[in-house]
């Protein structure tokens, strides 16, 4: 998690398209959303988080080959403490690790 999130920023997601859908609902929680094509449009509070992402190239360490998504997202009418909070949420649940 960061301690500051712009309105607009991009990150790689190691992840496939099937498995950012399966746990995309889950990370948006109770806000109302839509998709539209590869992204969503997200209601937060008086503001609102568009979400587009695209398939990138795998990422290749040695024979381990890992799936990645570039994923933008681009907040409206949200202040820093409103996108904090949204975020922190969504990066929970978005969170995975190994063990």
Partial sequence: M????????ERDMGCTEAQWLGWLPAAL???AWQRIGAGVQ?????G????DWQPAPPRRIAL?????LQ?????QGLD????HAFMK??????QRGGG
């Fill in 2 to 9: 960061q301690s500051h999130y712009p309105e607009n920023f």
């Fill in 29 to 31: 929680g109770a806000h």
């Fill in 42 to 46: 997200a209601d937060i509070e008086a």
């Fill in 48 to 51: 609102s988080l568009r979400i």
């Fill in 64 to 68: 381990l080959r890992i799936p990645r």
């Fill in 71 to 75: 994923v933008t997202f681009a907040f």
């Fill in 80 to 83: 820093d403490r409103q996108r």
């Fill in 89 to 94: 949420r969504f990066d929970l649940y978005m």
